[in-house]
């Protein structure tokens, strides 16, 4: 790393201690930004890296609340907004056991450079919860929801931060989330939340849209060398939002996806993931792989043990959670021959794995780029808020397939104009961060 570089990088470590993720994406985008601060030295006399790297603010709140035996429960709520310099915070929560302030700052800390990409007018912000969902009620998920909403609807607002999902958030909780907001602030203010259901305020594709946005960005990866999804075999990690669409637009370009995941094992299917019942145990029933393994009979193998990783295939959609791929589960699937690593979960990689896919020349799409496509549709739920109006499905994903289609390319012409022909994580993280420094240093020092 560049000097300059490495200073930074180290303050990060000395002001986060413990923050092991996001010293992660830190040093991952720091990493690819030499050739930038060589160029623009006005980067580095404005502080602009160093500014980029302490959040604008960081919220914390107790969260109590009432579970269905009586029982007060105590949980912590985050909302981390870290950069404005291209529009309001925006960014998902995520609810999940694991989730501490270093989860939201490196989830925050990526949504700065993958909403500058979609070249929509957004800034960088995330929250969450440690809340774990899995086993509650709809009623203790609703008390919750109304609970965190209670301390969070002073933060946020359609001009300030529009929070929206991430694992363990998805429409119903939206749902809930939203209810409280408007109860609190006696505002029907459908721009303050995204990913809400289409007959109060949200948008068609979105659902969809992040899983669909990284089976664009494939075929176009794909396409640069002539090739495409058609007659591949894909394997895709989770089985949470992102993982069911990627799946569902993988068939529909003529992939075929051979096996998925959750937390309690994988399956391997043959015969390609069959969607309908997939999305009937996943969505509606709220079950397991191992659910999914039994309805579908004798043919589909599940396991618990090992990972999905080890089955064979060509391309490989991380979609589950932050290093969830390590040097031996990388290792294993370029002995297996995969082509292609496109990311649909935030930072699925370790450094390590990121190291084994480079040496082997494994084609390799990050997250911010690949799975930028469900924030870039929040941006266009918001246009649609902001203008009253409702989008057809075909338009709206036309929208989305013309945004991956530009990021894609934006990355490799700025990948060639850095020295780094081909390389889709210098494109993204030069792209991503040349855009909000200039407005940064437009904007002076705030
Ligand atoms: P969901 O909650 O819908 O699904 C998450 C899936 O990943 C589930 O199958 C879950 O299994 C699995 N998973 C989660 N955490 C772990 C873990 N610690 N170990 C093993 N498996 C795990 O979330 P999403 O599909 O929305 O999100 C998936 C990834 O995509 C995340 O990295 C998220 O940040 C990223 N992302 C999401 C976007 C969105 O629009 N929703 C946009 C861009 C990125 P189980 O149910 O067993 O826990
Ligand atoms: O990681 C992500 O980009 C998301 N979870 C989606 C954020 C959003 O505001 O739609």
């Known amino acids: 790393m560049d000097e300059k570089l490495q200073d930074i990088y180290d303050e990060v470590l000395e002001r986060n201690p413990d923050e092991d993720v996001f010293h992660q994406a830190v040093s991952e985008v720091l990493g690819s930004l030499g050739p930038v601060v060589a160029k623009h030295p006005q980067y580095t006399d404005a502080a602009i890296i160093r500014r980029m790297c302490e959040p604008e603010r960081q919220v914390i709140f107790r969260v109590p609340w009432i579970d269905d035996d009586g029982r007060v429960q105590v949980n912590r709520g985050f909302r981390v907004g870290f950069n404005s310099a291209l529009g309001p915070y925006k960014g998902g929560l995520r609810f999940h056991p694991s989730v501490y302030l270093g989860t939201v700052k490196f989830l925050g800390f990526e949504q700065i450079f993958k909403n500058s990409l979609t070249g929509l007018p957004i800034g960088g912000g995330k929250g969450g919860s440690d809340f774990d969902p899995k086993g509650r009620s709809d009623a203790e998920v609703m008390r919750f929801c109304q609970a965190f909403m209670t301390e969070l609807y002073r933060h946020i607002g359609e001009h300030t931060d529009v929070p929206a999902g991430d694992i363990g958030v998805g429409q119903r909780e939206i749902g809930y989330l939203f209810g409280q907001y408007k109860k609190i ?118 396991s618990d043990q090992g990972s999905v990783w080890e089955v064979a295939c060509d391309i490989a959609l991380p979609c589950a959670t932050q290093n969830e791929v390590d040097a031996d589960e990388a290792k294993a699937l370029i002995d297996n021959g995969c082509q292609l690593v496109a990311e649909g979960a935030n930072m699925p990689l370790t450094p390590a794995a990121v190291d084994a896919f480079a040496e082997a020349k494994v084609a390799y799409a990050p997250g911010k780029a690949a799975n930028a496509g469900g924030v870039a549709t929040s941006a266009l739920e918001m246009q649609q808020n902001a203008s009253r109006d409702t989008w057809t499905f075909e338009h709206t994903e036309q929208r989305l397939e013309e945004i991956m289609g530009n990021i894609h390319d934006r990355c490799l012409e700025t990948a060639e104009e850095y020295g780094s022909p081909g390389d889709y994580v210098a494109g993204a993280n030069i792209a991503g961060f040349i855009q909000v420094a200039d407005a940064m240093l437009a904007q002076g020092v705030i």
Do not use: P
């Open 185 to 302: 602030t006696n505002r029907f203010e459908a721009g303050t939340l995204t990913g809400k259901g289409l007959s109060w305020g949200g948008s068609r594709v979105r659902t969809e849209a992040t899983g669909y946005g990284l089976a664009f960005f494939a075929q176009r990866v794909l396409e640069a060398s002539n090739e495409g999804l058609d007659g591949k075999r894909v394997v895709v990690s989770g089985s949470g939002n992102v993982a069911i669409h990627a799946i569902e637009k993988v068939h529909q370009l003529g992939g075929t996806v051979v096996g998925c995941s959750d937390s309690g094992g994988y399956v391997v299917d043959e015969a390609g993931i069959d969607l309908e019942l997939l999305k009937q145990v996943k969505l509606v029933d709220r079950g397991r792989m191992s659910d999914y393994a039994d309805q579908r009979g004798s043919k589909v193998h599940h």
